[in-house]
């Protein structure tokens, strides 16, 4: 349509909004196209958090971040702790005998305290992730609610649920040590006010753990230090102490507690003495959390409040009708205050006390809030038994504002994230334009991170190859060889069912260490790792050999039009001395593997047909050869009954097993020690041995029970495998159907299309570059890879080998649980990301050979 030539410059601002769906229909207004730089994060508000960790049955009540880890509490006694880089559980911290309610770190985050319902404070090594030692109460305190550490007096001040304020100062601890163990209840007093039957089902969700953390406790071999008397200041408000916050102002070091009174108390502290200040008197609101920026107080208070009071002067400035519900965590970041509430929603508000932004993902009461140490994320837990993350750059609304994105990971994340939005099927002329603008996508990634990038057209209908170069960074030296480099994946996917899906597959969703959506692990994640990797090598002025990248549109559907096109831009591509892919999956979730060998493929259709049109069966059953009888027989002798391929010589020509290849099995089947005889079995008969495959019959006419259709077609499939003949099992198999067909008495006719094959392709494992793969994937993952083939296909790896008479190396990126090509499609994040080391090793290393 000439109307397509109107589509707005890719590299332009007003590209960021797709043409009106009478030009488009199947796009979507959220579809991008490529941005004008990957250094500067989306103007574009959103509101939808950048991961999301399930924190388990309990709900999410205290959390604290450092630089590499988020510390989380619950109603349960252990307290998790999870790696902000790959979004999984690190270690477990156990100890506590009642649920963690608050947690707070040193200023250098060396230390972690956590307060609980079971009377103690438990002081943690953040390096180690051991319990230094415990702090606990001689008498009954209650809950300790709320903790916070002074560096400067290096003490630690606690509000308790007796209304009382503990100053403890470390430096002495050692004249309060004891042997005795805490007194603990069966569950924490923060859920008394809970209705039985709920209070009851805490308790249940969280007895195990207790019964562990007291085995725990009883043999755990560390100091404890118990609180005197003289430490308690009864009776510090007339309420539950919820909050504790350490402040400065003119009268000096400053400590402010907010209590169920409604009250919030001022106190001077120094290293040995804590004196009532100022009295900031409240309404019969309690003040659940407290927050300080600059000179002002924020105190959010039961019923939704948030009150704003000037430290310098003690006057309430304001008090902000928030939100609907209590407001329970208040954190501020630069210029700016976040709020949780227990009616579900987080709100942002700026400098002049507006609403800049409102979060609404969790669907429970906002229990806890924390800002990275660097600001870049707000992190929130909440009842829903959830943790999310919130990208604070990409969600920032402020037009003025450009952030410049300085980790290549967070390139890596968001180059991908734009590229899952683009549903690049191959195969369907509807997904023909996007398929399009994702090769364009994609050759602006290329641009922007260093290589020269353009697309080669391969025939109308037909979606072009993508070609990016990065050039090696001169060695005057001269040493080596100078070696060149061919990356080879797709950008292509299949199809999704949104129906079927947890998330909306072209929608990238981060969620428990993983990324969901269509294509993140077949080829998409893998392929954007492996170009981050190499410009980072480029950027430091390491790159020794010269890596081209080869991303096809067409890998899903075939490759058809790869060999042609191939032929013809050998030139361009130039010298290649060894090809990189990542195209495949471990063969379990914990170890990593090489891939050395795929089967080839032959697709096949076999079509019965009549001249007659489609019949009634009432009227015409049993007078007329029909075609799908006819299909059923000749389907039935191409398999036996204990399921050997008839197929003359299909089985011909398999290459014997080697002593080296046994080998190869022999550590794959440590893993199956029990039944390894099976195992063994089963997968030489998906790697090393042919099969044949009838994957559906399609019949002509209505969908109606009565009808004769007057066309029935079969879809079929032979993989083969080395060293056979993939022109002669062709043969074979054509002449055998036809064979079969003859010997029936029938009027019907038959075709055999062959619509697309694939040779087989083994690599050597013993060869310099599968070595150096080894010890990079060793290097990363402090195993060596299983050695492993492949059942599947990749038609354009063989022919990429003979083409340029090099070798080829598979590195599998994702886990055996990765569904490509199923529904809710993942690759866990910590592969993508070690992925992307291993390239970058591995190129480093071949470039010395």
């Given at each position: 349509?000439?109307?397509?030539?109107?589509?707005?410059?890719?590299?332009?601002?007003?590209?960021?909004?797709?043409?009106?769906?009478?030009?488009?229909?199947?796009?979507?207004?959220?579809?991008?196209?490529?941005?004008?730089?990957?250094?500067?994060?989306?103007?574009k508000?959103?509101?939808?958090?950048?991961?999301?960790?399930?924190?388990?049955?309990?709900?999410?009540?205290?959390?604290?971040?450092?630089?590499?880890?988020?510390?989380?509490?619950?109603?349960?006694?252990?307290?998790?702790?999870?790696?902000?880089t790959?979004?999984?559980?690190?270690?477990?911290l156990?100890?506590?005998?009642?649920?963690?309610?608050?947690?707070?770190?040193?200023?250098?985050?060396?230390?972690?305290?956590?307060?609980?319902?079971?009377?103690?404070?438990?002081?943690?090594?953040?390096?180690?992730?051991?319990?230094?030692?415990?702090?606990?109460?001689?008498?009954?305190?209650?809950?300790?609610?709320?903790?916070?550490?002074?560096?400067?007096?290096?003490?630690?001040?606690?509000?308790?649920?007796?209304?009382?304020?503990?100053?403890?100062?470390?430096?002495?601890?050692?004249?309060?040590?004891?042997?005795?163990?805490?007194?603990?209840?069966?569950?924490?007093?923060?859920?008394?006010d809970?209705?039985?039957?709920?209070?009851?089902?805490?308790?249940?969700?969280?007895?195990?753990?207790?019964?562990?953390?007291?085995?725990?406790?009883?043999?755990?071999?560390?100091?404890?230090?118990e609180?005197?008397?003289?430490?308690?200041?009864?009776?510090?408000?007339?309420?539950y102490?919820?909050?504790?916050?350490?402040?400065?102002?003119?009268d000096?070091?400053?400590?402010?507690?907010?209590?169920?009174?409604?009250?919030?108390?001022?106190?001077?502290?120094?290293?040995?003495?804590?004196?009532?200040?100022?009295v900031?008197?409240?309404?019969?609101?309690?003040?659940?959390?407290?927050?300080?920026?600059d000179?002002?107080?924020?105190?959010?208070?039961?019923?939704?409040?948030?009150?704003?009071?000037d430290?310098?002067?003690?006057?309430?400035?304001?008090?902000l009708?928030?939100?609907?519900?209590?407001?329970?965590?208040?954190?501020?970041?630069?210029?700016?205050l976040?709020?949780?509430?227990?009616?579900?929603?987080?709100?942002?508000?700026?400098?002049?006390?507006?609403?800049?932004?409102t979060?609404?993902?969790?669907?429970?009461?906002?229990?806890?809030?924390?800002?990275?140490?660097?600001?870049?994320?707000?992190?929130?837990?909440?009842?829903?038994?959830?943790?999310?993350?919130?990208?604070?750059?990409?969600?920032?609304?402020?037009?003025?504002?450009?952030?410049?994105?300085?980790?290549t990971?967070?390139?890596?994340?968001?180059?991908?994230?734009?590229?899952?939005?683009?549903?690049?099927?191959?195969?369907?002329?509807?997904?023909?334009?996007?398929?399009?603008?994702?090769?364009?996508?994609?050759?602006?990634?290329?641009?922007?991170?260093?290589?020269?990038?353009?697309?080669?057209?391969?025939?109308?209908?037909?979606?072009?190859?993508?070609?990016?170069?990065?050039?090696?960074?001169?060695?005057?030296?001269?040493?080596?060889?100078?070696?060149?480099?061919?990356?080879?994946?797709?950008?292509?996917?299949?199809?999704?069912?949104?129906?079927?899906?947890?998330?909306?597959?072209?929608?990238?969703?981060?969620?428990?260490?993983?990324?969901?959506?269509?294509?993140?692990?077949?080829?998409?994640?893998?392929?954007?790792?492996?170009?981050?990797?190499?410009?980072?090598?480029?950027?430091?002025?390491?790159?020794?050999?010269?890596?081209?990248?080869?991303?096809?549109?067409?890998?899903?559907?075939?490759?058809?039009?790869?060999?042609?096109?191939?032929?013809?831009?050998?030139?361009?591509?130039?010298?290649?001395?060894?090809?990189?892919?990542?195209?495949?999956?471990?063969?379990?979730?914990?170890?990593?593997?090489?891939?050395y060998?795929?089967?080839?493929?032959?697709?096949?259709?076999?079509?019965?047909?009549?001249?007659?049109?489609?019949?009634?069966?009432?009227?015409?059953?049993?007078?007329?050869?029909?075609?799908?009888?006819?299909?059923?027989?000749v389907?039935?002798?191409?398999?036996?009954?204990?399921?050997?391929?008839?197929?003359p010589?299909?089985?011909?020509?398999?290459?014997?097993?080697?002593?080296?290849?046994?080998?190869?099995?022999?550590?794959?089947l440590?893993?199956?020690?029990?039944?390894?005889?099976?195992?063994?079995?089963?997968?030489?008969?998906?790697?090393?041995?042919?099969?044949?495959?009838?994957?559906?019959?399609d019949?002509?006419?209505?969908?109606?029970?009565?009808?004769?259709?007057?066309?029935?077609?079969?879809?079929?499939?032979?993989?083969?495998?080395?060293?056979?003949?993939?022109d002669?099992?062709?043969?074979?198999?054509?002449?055998?159907?036809?064979?079969?067909?003859?010997?029936?008495?029938?009027?019907?006719?038959?075709?055999?299309?062959?619509?697309?094959?694939?040779?087989?392709?083994?690599?050597?494992?013993?060869?310099?570059?599968?070595?150096?793969?080894?010890?990079?994937?060793?290097?990363?993952?402090?195993?060596?890879?299983?050695?492993?083939?492949?059942?599947?296909?990749?038609?354009?790896?063989?022919?990429?080998?003979?083409?340029?008479?090099?070798?080829?190396?598979?590195?599998?990126?994702?886990?055996?649980?990765?569904?490509?090509?199923?529904?809710?499609?993942?690759?866990?994040?910590?592969?993508?990301?070690?992925?992307?080391?291993?390239?970058?090793?591995?190129?480093?290393?071949?470039?010395?050979?």
């Amino acid at each position: 349509m000439s109307n397509m030539s109107q589509t707005s410059n890719p590299g332009s601002p007003e590209s960021l909004s797709v043409p009106k769906n009478e030009y488009f229909p199947i796009q979507r207004n959220a579809s991008p196209t490529p941005l004008l730089s990957l250094n500067r994060l989306p103007q574009k508000q959103e509101d939808k958090p950048s991961h999301t960790i399930t924190h388990g049955e309990n709900s999410v009540l205290s959390l604290a971040c450092s630089d590499k880890y988020l510390f989380s509490g619950s109603q349960g006694p252990h307290i998790q702790v999870w790696n902000l880089t790959i979004f999984q559980q690190e270690a477990v911290l156990k100890g506590h005998m009642g649920g963690v309610l608050c947690l707070t770190l040193s200023k250098d985050q060396k230390t972690l305290f956590s307060s609980s319902g079971d009377c103690t404070i438990r002081v943690w090594d953040v390096d180690t992730l051991k319990c230094l030692y415990v702090i606990q109460a001689c008498n009954d305190v209650g809950d300790l609610f709320s903790v916070v550490y002074c560096d400067e007096l290096d003490t630690v001040y606690i509000g308790c649920q007796n209304t009382s304020i503990i100053r403890f100062d470390l430096s002495t601890k050692e004249r309060y040590r004891t042997q005795q163990l805490p007194h603990s209840c069966n569950y924490s007093k923060f859920f008394d006010d809970i209705p039985t039957t709920i209070a009851c089902e805490i308790v249940s969700s969280v007895e195990e753990e207790e019964i562990d953390a007291k085995i725990s406790a009883k043999q755990e071999n560390i100091h404890r230090y118990e609180m005197d008397d003289s430490m308690i200041y009864m009776n510090s408000h007339d309420g539950y102490v919820y909050s504790l916050l350490l402040g400065q102002n003119k009268d000096g070091r400053i400590l402010l507690s907010g209590s169920g009174d409604g009250d919030v108390k001022v106190w001077s502290i120094t290293k040995n003495s804590m004196e009532l200040l100022k009295v900031l008197k409240g309404s019969d609101a309690g003040i659940l959390t407290l927050a300080i920026q600059d000179e002002l107080l924020f105190c959010g208070a039961q019923g939704g409040d948030i009150k704003i009071y000037d430290l310098e002067t003690y006057h309430h400035i304001r008090s902000l009708m928030a939100h609907d519900d209590d407001v329970l965590a208040l954190t501020v970041g630069d210029y700016c205050l976040f709020s949780g509430s227990a009616d579900g929603t987080i709100k942002k508000w700026n400098r002049t006390f507006e609403i800049s932004n409102t979060y609404r993902d969790h669907t429970g009461i906002i229990l806890s809030l924390v800002l990275s140490p660097n600001k870049s994320l707000l992190i929130s837990g909440a009842n829903d038994q959830l943790i999310k993350f919130w990208d604070l750059n990409s969600t920032d609304n402020n037009n003025s504002l450009e952030t410049v994105v300085t980790d290549t990971s967070d390139v890596m994340l968001y180059a991908l994230k734009k590229w899952i939005l683009l549903r690049t099927v191959s195969g369907k002329p509807k997904y023909l334009e996007e398929c399009f603008r994702g090769a364009k996508f994609l050759m602006n990634v290329l641009k922007q991170l260093g290589a020269v990038s353009e697309l080669i057209p391969i025939a109308t209908g037909q979606n072009p190859l993508v070609f990016g170069k990065f050039s090696r960074i001169d060695d005057l030296n001269k040493q080596h060889k100078q070696l060149n480099i061919l990356v080879y994946g797709h950008y292509d996917v299949i199809d999704a069912d949104k129906a079927k899906w947890l998330t909306d597959p072209f929608e990238m969703t981060a969620k428990d260490g993983y990324l969901y959506g269509r294509g993140v692990t077949d080829n998409k994640g893998p392929m954007i790792a492996a170009i981050c990797a190499v410009s980072e090598l480029q950027q430091e002025k390491n790159l020794k050999a010269n890596v081209s990248f080869l991303i096809e549109g067409e890998e899903e559907n075939g490759s058809i039009g790869f060999e042609k096109t191939l032929e013809k831009s050998k030139n361009m591509i130039g010298e290649v001395d060894v090809i990189l892919l990542s195209n495949s999956y471990w063969l379990d979730d914990e170890t990593p593997c090489l891939t050395y060998g795929l089967r080839g493929v032959i697709l096949a259709t076999i079509e019965i047909s009549s001249e007659e049109s489609d019949l009634h069966s009432g009227m015409q059953g049993g007078a007329v050869s029909q075609p799908l009888n006819d299909m059923i027989q000749v389907l039935a002798k191409l398999i036996s009954e204990d399921n050997y391929v008839m197929i003359p010589g299909f089985y011909n020509n398999v290459r014997a097993i080697t002593t080296y290849e046994e080998q190869l099995y022999e550590r794959i089947l440590e893993s199956y020690p029990s039944n390894s005889r099976e195992e063994r079995e089963k997968l030489m008969s998906k790697w090393r041995f042919p099969s044949f495959t009838i994957h559906k019959i399609d019949v002509s006419g209505p969908n109606n029970v009565t009808i004769i259709p007057r066309k029935a077609e079969a879809s079929v499939s032979m993989r083969i495998v080395p060293d056979q003949d993939i022109d002669e099992i062709v043969k074979s198999f054509k002449e055998f159907v036809e064979e079969i067909f003859s010997e029936l008495r029938t009027k019907n006719n038959i075709n055999i299309e062959i619509n697309n094959k694939a040779d087989w392709w083994l690599g050597d494992p013993e060869n310099k570059f599968f070595k150096a793969a080894e010890q990079a994937i060793k290097q990363e993952w402090g195993v060596g890879p299983l050695y492993i083939r492949e059942g599947g296909s990749i038609p354009a790896l063989k022919l990429l080998e003979r083409e340029f008479n090099a070798v080829a190396i598979h590195l599998p990126m994702g886990q055996s649980t990765d569904q490509a090509h199923l529904n809710n499609e993942r690759i866990r994040l910590k592969n993508l990301q070690a992925g992307k080391r291993i390239f970058k090793n591995l190129i480093s290393k071949i470039s010395e050979i």
